[in-house]
């Protein structure tokens, strides 16, 4: 991230040479620009939901530094990956970050074509150590990448990135090979939840998963929780892509919260 901002400034630079780059980038209103960014994009017949644009977050923090996230439509989230000594700098810092993925996700080599899907299945193959052939089978892992890729034709990365996170989420709370082990085929779950966003009741779900691993491994909720809060740090200091780590710390925090209302009232 530290990068893609100096390239920035160092165009800012090119056109403006006797200018500060760091004043103007400051200066500029991202938290406008990003609104109206995906204002326009939902007015040119986007895929994005319409029942929010850009939803802002602050960390609960009585000093500084402050931590603020912001989720666009599609349900990706980004956070402010510096120190910021107000939470309006928090906000717009995240703005910036957000602005600036957006954007990005508008060029031709985001958007999910053949030629991508082709070229994200080899690398997925080298990565895991498998084979392209797999590819045909959706009964493996890099087959069921590749349906999921096939069924987001079109689309760009941003748009596909809240399926890859329930998958995400599936892996880590087990659920995936529960569907293993009842006969599910992969391309079964992802026809299923191509059609299922990531909402509350999703979230309840995983929860109960939670509260029920707790039942059987006392204070696993707790030490996932803080693995949870420190990926999300780590990502958010790192400028990356948010969602995942977020939903986790949600997700435990939700199972944590029923779990001591339970006890509580069976005092």
């Known amino acids: 991230m530290d990068r893609v901002l100096e390239s920035v400034k160092q165009i800012v630079f090119r056109v403006l040479p006797h200018t500060d780059a760091d004043s103007v980038f400051k200066d500029l209103n ?4 990003l609104h109206e960014f995906w204002e326009q994009k939902q007015a040119g017949g986007s895929r994005c939901g319409t029942e929010s644009l850009v939803v802002y977050e602050s960390a ?8 603020c996230y912001v989720t666009l439509p599609g349900g990706s989230c980004f956070g402010n990956f510096q120190d910021c000594l107000s939470k309006a700098d928090g906000r717009r810092a995240a703005a910036r970050v957000a602005l600036m993925n957006s954007v990005f996700n508008e060029l031709p080599s985001r958007r999910i074509t053949q030629e991508f899907i082709s070229h994200s299945v080899q690398e997925a193959a080298s990565t895991a150590s498998g084979c392209v052939v797999d590819a045909k089978d959706p009964c493996t892992s890099i087959g069921a990448y590749c349906y999921m890729l096939q069924s987001n034709l079109g ?8 399926l890859m996170t329930v998958f995400q989420l599936l892996h880590w709370n087990g659920s ?8 599910c085929s992969r391309q079964e779950v992802v026809s299923y939840y191509s059609q299922h966003r990531l909402d509350e009741c999703f979230r309840s779900h995983m929860a109960l998963d939670w509260i029920s691993k707790e039942q059987e491994t006392p204070g696993i909720l707790s030490q996932e929780l803080q693995v949870a ?5 780590e990502a958010r200091r790192a400028g990356r892509e948010l969602r995942f780590y977020k939903e986790k710390r949600e997700i435990l925090s939700l199972a944590l919260s029923q779990r001591h209302s ?4 069976a005092q």
Not at 30 to 33: S, T
Not at 229 to 233: F, H, I, K, P
């Open 30 to 33: 991202v938290v406008g620009m």
């Open 60 to 67: 609960p923090s009585p000093s500084p530094p402050f931590v």
């Open 155 to 162: 689309k760009t990365m941003l748009e596909f990135q809240e």
């Open 176 to 183: 995936l090979k529960i569907f293993r082990e009842r006969k």
């Open 229 to 233: 809060l420190r990926e999300l740090e």
């Open 262 to 265: 339970e006890g509580a009232s």
